[in-house]
């Protein structure tokens, strides 16, 4: 059986593929030329990312097809339902990567509290002739520990979040319609746990008390966090959106940036991706990255394995 890994799988997760008596398939093929190159090819297993679709008309055309997997956790670029009502396994990863997401949330947020966004495109530039300038500019930072961060979305990713913020000492408010309770456990490198019970607040309990707001939601067809949202938090919030494009009014945002209601924003995701709109690239309180927050060695290694070992148990 041929694997076509389109968006690319980790070689740990290819090593196992072969060792089972797959053939795996790492050549990236354009969209548009997929149908062909899965049926030429006989291709019984298409593994894709968030660059891949697999709409409708892909899975009529491709008779050959027996699993779509997916390595990550949202499924917004299949069309789940349709594939398993003609009998295809649809699978994906969706612990794989949460702890990756979670810490480059921590990384726009130290960063942004500390000013690091601003400063690393100023010092290349003016560092040797305006230190002094810069050093006054960015030494009204703040400290993380003590403050509240309200988490949109408590699945797997969210969960993580808390944990690395109730580790750095933060309080966590979250809010999620379908967990209303939640525990989560830190582990510590010498075996010991902590357990903290939390339980969902309201939309408005949230947006009012956080110092900072993190959203962790699939994509969706309205904004989750809009104009009327902005308006109800706190002045000088800051904000982290490594979730969905879409899931942010990017207009709305950066009105509430220019009149100060929002600090700084990290955004891992956007609206126009993968062509981000210039004034949010060019903001001087954005931080930004481009859709990589489950873009690490040890997520990508676990993704390929997770991958791996359940197209296996299905069509091995």
């Not at 921590?106 to 002094?132: I, Q, T």
């Not at 960015?138 to 961060?149: D, N, P, Q, V």
């Not at 994509?219 to 949202?229: F, M, N, R, T, V």
Request: aromatic share 6%.
């Amino acid at each position: 059986m041929k694997v076509l890994a389109n968006d690319g799988i980790s070689v740990a997760g290819v090593e196992q593929l072969e060792a089972s008596g797959f053939e795996v398939i790492t050549t990236k093929v354009a969209q548009e030329q997929l149908q062909n190159f899965i049926n030429t090819n006989n291709i019984t297993a298409l593994l894709v990312r968030s660059a891949t679709e697999v709409r409708k008309p892909l899975l009529d055309k491709c008779p050959s097809l027996q699993l779509i997997g997916r390595g990550g956790v949202g499924m917004d670029n299949i069309d789940v339902e349709y594939a398993k009502s003609k009998g295809l396994h649809v699978i994906n990863t969706p612990a794989a990567s949460s702890l990756s997401v979670a810490e480059l949330v921590f990384a726009h947020l130290f960063g942004g509290v500390r000013f690091l966004y601003d400063a690393n495109r100023n010092m290349p530039l003016e560092g040797d002739s305006k230190f002094k300038q810069l050093k006054k500019a960015y030494a009204g930072g703040s400290e993380l520990r003590g403050k509240t961060i309200g988490i949109i979305g408590f699945g797997r990713i969210g969960q993580e979040t808390a944990k690395i913020a109730l580790g750095c000492g933060m309080q966590v408010l979250y809010h999620d319609p379908v967990a209303d309770q939640q525990s989560v456990t830190l582990q510590f490198f010498d075996g010991q746990e902590v357990s903290f019970p939390l339980k969902s607040s309201s939309m408005e309990v949230l947006l009012g008390a956080s110092d900072f707001i993190s959203l962790h939601v699939p994509a969706q067809k309205d904004y989750i966090l809009g104009s009327h949202e902005f308006n109800s938090m706190k002045d000088g919030v800051g904000i982290v959106n490594a979730s969905r494009g879409g899931t942010l009014d990017e207009v709305a945002l950066v009105e509430a940036l220019e009149s100060g209601k929002v600090a700084f924003a990290g955004l891992d995701v956007f609206e126009s991706e993968p062509s981000p709109e210039i004034r949010i690239l060019m903001h001087p309180n954005i931080s930004l990255s481009p859709h990589i927050g489950a873009a690490t060695k040890e997520a990508q290694n676990r993704i390929g394995l997770e991958l791996a070992s359940q197209i296996i148990t299905r069509l091995g």
